[in-house]
């Protein structure tokens, strides 16, 4: 009953893709040739207003330059971007060129949905690899086992440093020394100054500004790292949550409601969220990365800039440096302009400085990024900052090395009683590890099985 149920799914199967094949088109979706010869690529990525209107830009240069090129650009809000793109791959309509996320790789790779760019990389005159940072292309190499060494199946789009900003304008109004933007404040420090600028500052009796105004899902690593703490080891195999340095780090970041009071409550934050109190300039610490340069660029009117998190036991800042890569499918009809296109968007002069231009990334191109870091004429002054990121002190987020995130995703779902007061931290890190730990081991069991 099984095996002739398989077998009469195999036969529709095969005649749909038969079908979809005698219609002319291609069952990648995209890459499809028209009558008066026009070559088509999908372009699928994802991004707010600023970020389409900079790719539109790019992408009308980019079709000046190849004539009888069409890229059709398919956007998706940030946050459906996963989705849509495993949906456009199961239901075999995977984009010519598109984003993928580093946590992406292994099971894309995996499945052959990925084209091996190496060799257009590597023995291409136009690419200088010495001159792409280092941890965005190695974000896309994978050999089969390890992620960060072998082929290259995606080139970055970008490298995404996380740092964090303050309100300068509200450290002057209060007449408070600003940060050092070499010296990481202590966590002490860190709570006085807060302490200091959370007030009441139209006498109503109702506190309207704030220090900080955390998501715990893009900060914590910052703590616990700068503690001595981690989310897995080297190995990838071992979830490392239940230790004093990680527990000392989450009960930290809690504690800047509960003990400190330096941050909206939940109440408050449900009021207003706390990008939008920043945004009005009701907020000393937010993070600040380059992705939001150009929308800060329009909608502050106040002066910021970026310094180091602050530092826990290990004296060290720590944050993580995000990034996405623009891959090609090894469906597409036209491998070699659907390259080109990678190239010319991650890699090329042009390409990079009318990304940069608009304010929504750092250049990938380090030559670039060393004119761009020393141009103080448009904040955030200490643009170096975003540099050392991502060549000194930034790590990659936690769960960008593993065939799924459930096993870190896990953390975060179930964190929010040690934010609210109901259990503590050290609490929290033995109860959720064991969980985790069974996560992590299914992926890297899923992993084996799709080798
Ligand atoms: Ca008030």
């Known amino acids: 009953m099984k095996n002739s149920l398989r077998v009469l799914m195999m036969l529709l199967v095969s005649a749909a893709l038969l079908l979809s094949a005698c219609a002319g088109g291609n069952s990648s979706g995209g890459g499809d040739d028209s009558d008066d010869g026009t070559k088509k690529l999908t372009f699928m990525f994802r991004g707010g207003t600023e970020e389409e209107k900079a790719y539109q830009k790019a992408i009308d240069a980019f079709e000046e330059q190849n004539p009888g090129v069409e890229v059709e650009m398919i956007v998706t809000a940030a946050d459906q971007y996963a989705t849509k793109l495993k949906a456009a791959i199961t239901g075999n309509q995977v984009p010519d060129v598109f984003y993928i996320a580093p946590g992406e790789l292994r099971s894309y790779a995996h499945s052959n949905i990925l084209l091996d760019l190496t060799e257009y990389v590597e023995n291409n005159d136009k690419i200088n690899l010495d001159n792409i940072w280092q941890y965005g292309v190695d974000s896309y190499r994978f050999d089969g086992d390890t992620q960060g060494q072998g082929a290259i199946y995606a080139m970055p789009k970008d490298v995404g440093p996380f740092s964090l900003g303050y309100n300068k304008t509200m450290f002057e109004e209060a007449g408070l020394e600003l940060p050092d933007k070499d010296e990481p404040m202590t966590w002490d420090k860190f709570i006085e100054v807060n302490q200091t600028l959370?007030?009441?500052?139209?006498?109503?009796?109702?506190?309207?500004?704030?220090?900080?105004?955390?998501?715990?899902?893009?900060?914590?690593?910052?703590?616990?790292?700068?503690?001595?703490?981690?989310?897995?080891?080297?190995?990838?195999?071992?979830?490392?949550?239940?230790?004093?340095?990680?527990?000392?780090?989450?009960?930290?970041?809690?504690?800047?409601?509960?003990?400190?009071?330096?941050?909206?409550?939940?109440?408050?934050?449900?009021?207003?969220?706390?990008?939008?109190?920043?945004?009005?300039?009701?907020?000393?610490?937010?993070?600040?990365?380059?992705?939001?340069?150009?929308?800060?660029?329009?909608?502050?009117?106040?002066?910021?800039?970026?310094?180091?998190?602050?530092?826990?036991?290990?004296?060290?800042?720590?944050?993580?440096?995000?990034?996405?890569?623009?891959?090609?499918?090894?469906?597409?009809?036209?491998?070699?302009?659907?390259?080109?296109?990678?190239?010319?968007?991650?890699?090329?002069?042009?390409?990079?400085?009318?990304?940069?231009?608009?304010?929504?990334?750092?250049?990938?191109?380090?030559?670039?990024?060393?004119?761009?870091?020393?141009?103080?004429?448009?904040?955030?002054?200490?643009?170096?900052?975003?540099?050392?990121?991502?060549?000194?002190?930034?790590?990659?987020?936690?769960?960008?090395?593993?065939?799924?995130?459930?096993?870190?995703?896990?953390?975060?779902?179930?964190?929010?009683?040690?934010?609210?007061?109901?259990?503590?931290?050290?609490?929290?890190?033995?109860?959720?590890?064991?969980?985790?730990?069974?996560?992590?081991?299914?992926?890297?069991?899923?992993?084996?099985?799709?080798?």
Do not use: C
């Open 198 to 451: 959370t007030k009441d500052t139209n006498g109503d009796g109702e506190i309207d500004q704030y220090g900080t105004g955390f998501n715990v899902n893009w900060v914590l690593q910052s703590f616990v790292w700068s503690n001595g703490g981690s989310f897995i080891d080297e190995t990838q195999t071992k979830v490392t949550v239940d230790t004093p340095e990680f527990a000392e780090a989450l009960q930290w970041f809690a504690d800047h409601q509960l003990e400190y009071e330096i941050t909206p409550s939940i109440e408050d934050a449900q009021t207003l969220d706390t990008y939008q109190r920043w945004m009005q300039g009701q907020l000393a610490f937010f993070p600040v990365a380059p992705w939001d340069l150009a929308t800060f660029d329009t909608e502050l009117d106040f002066e910021y800039d970026v310094i180091p998190y602050p530092a826990g036991q290990t004296g060290e800042s720590a944050t993580w440096v995000g990034t996405l890569g623009i891959a090609v499918a090894q469906s597409t009809d036209y491998p070699d302009l659907a390259t080109e296109l990678v190239y010319y968007l991650t890699a090329s002069e042009e390409g990079q400085q009318a990304l940069v231009d608009a304010r929504i990334q750092i250049p990938n191109l380090k030559d670039m990024a060393a004119d761009w870091a020393a141009d103080d004429s448009s904040m955030p002054a200490n643009k170096e900052e975003y540099l050392q990121i991502v060549e000194d002190y930034g790590r990659a987020l936690p769960a960008n090395n593993t065939y799924n995130a459930e096993w870190y995703d896990y953390f975060f779902t179930n964190v929010q009683p040690v934010l609210d007061g109901d259990k503590t931290a050290a609490e929290y890190v033995k109860e959720v590890q064991p969980k985790m730990q069974e996560y992590l081991d299914n992926a890297i069991e899923l992993e084996n099985q799709s080798k």
